[in-house]
């Protein structure tokens, strides 16, 4: 995860981003305010899951959306950010490890939503590809996998 995108990193890169720890609202763990340019994150959550919010509120932002822009909308956010924050390399080896959601996000360093968003937007290559390590983890030869088209 080394060469994984960062958003703690790029928000560094964003000196005109501020973030804030306060109560976003009821039923929100963050959100950001487009115009102030300020993403305010619940104080209460944890590391994975302040990461994981951060790179879906700055996908708002590079957007251009606010939050609660509609179901669509929203759900695009989601899969970006998803995307961004945990690439294929490292999808396909947390598969390897388990398909328990919360140990793939343990080993992703997110949240279980994040990873549920992106297991389940995966494009037709990127499902051969988690098929090859679910097989390989059940010890079948990675020909012997299921091929999975879209």
Do not use: F
Not at 51 to 61: C, F, I, K, Q
Not at 70 to 97: C, H, Q, S, Y
Not at 122 to 144: K, M, N
Request: a negative charge; glycine letters at 6%.
């Amino acid at each position: 995860m080394a060469g994984s995108w960062n958003p703690w990193r790029a928000l560094a890169r964003r000196p005109d981003v501020t973030v804030v720890y306060a109560d976003p609202g009821e039923g929100n763990v963050g959100v950001v305010d487009l115009d102030a340019r300020v993403i305010t994150l619940c104080p209460s959550l944890l590391q994975d899951e302040r990461r994981s919010t951060l790179a879906h509120e700055l996908v708002h932002l590079e957007r251009g959306t606010p939050c609660d822009p509609g179901e669509a909308e929203e759900r695009e956010v989601a899969r970006l950010a998803a995307v961004r924050i945990i690439p294929l390399p490292d999808l396909v080896e947390a598969v390897k490890w388990s398909d328990d959601l919360e140990e793939q996000a343990g080993e992703l360093w997110v949240d279980e939503e994040t990873v549920r968003v992106r297991l389940g937007h995966l494009t037709g290559p990127e499902r051969q590809a988690v098929a090859r390590a679910r097989a390989c983890r059940e010890g079948q030869e990675a020909d012997d996998a299921p091929r999975l088209s879209r």
